[in-house]
């Protein structure tokens, strides 16, 4: 009988990785499944061990869970605890941050929103989405209200509602934004003093 290969341990410890990060982030099976499109029997076998890992099954996982794919497959247990944001560009021009590292129906972003022009592009989609600005002055245009929020105005609208926002005086707005599923609502609470 043959010595096992070297990489036959980190496969078989690769279950319980993605067990042990599951249960970390709060996320359910069913919520995992329907984020990454791996059935539910399939995650629970990938993560019992009964399931040989593979790229195709591997890669939507992590892009799910927001991790590189060898913290799935190697990482140490306790690593460097910084989060790496990486930017990305969007097609309408914005610079986005991905906040969240949790697949589910709520996902937050920083927004760096360019100058866009005067003219607005309205659209509508599914989705509720929550705006609050960090800097700048941020010009929002909703169905037929045209605003312009400063830094600490909030906006939230419901996305099926045509919409558009960009920079309300040319120079580049930083935003938070919270985008939720269709139904997904946001709720602020504040404790306020006297």
Not at 92 to 118: C, N, W
Not at 143 to 171: C, I, N, Q, Y
Request: no cysteine; proline share 7%.
């Amino acid at each position: 009988m043959g010595e096992q290969p070297a990489y036959q341990a980190v496969l078989d410890e690769v279950g319980e990785r993605l067990r042990r990060l599951r249960a970390q982030r709060g996320i359910t099976l069913a919520v995992l499944a329907e984020t990454t499109g791996i059935s539910k029997s399939t995650l629970s076998r990938l993560e019992s061990g009964q399931r040989r890992p593979s790229l195709e099954l591997l890669l939507p996982l992590a892009t799910a869970y927001r991790v590189p794919l060898d913290e799935l497959v190697g990482a140490p247990e306790v690593g460097d605890p910084r989060v790496q944001l990486k930017p990305h560009k969007s097609a309408s021009g914005e610079t986005f941050v991905p906040l969240s590292r949790a697949p589910g129906p709520l996902q937050a972003y920083k927004l760096i929103v360019p100058d866009r022009g005067t003219e607005p592009k309205l659209r509508s989609h599914e989705g509720y989405e929550w705006l609050y600005v960090l800097h700048g002055r941020l010009r929002v245009v909703l169905g037929e209200h045209d605003v312009v929020l400063g830094s600490g105005e909030v906006a939230e609208f419901d996305t099926k509602v045509p919409h558009w926002f960009g920079s309300a005086d040319g120079r580049p707005v930083e935003v938070l934004s919270l985008f939720g599923r269709q139904g997904e609502r946001m709720h602020v609470r504040a404790k306020t003093t006297d």
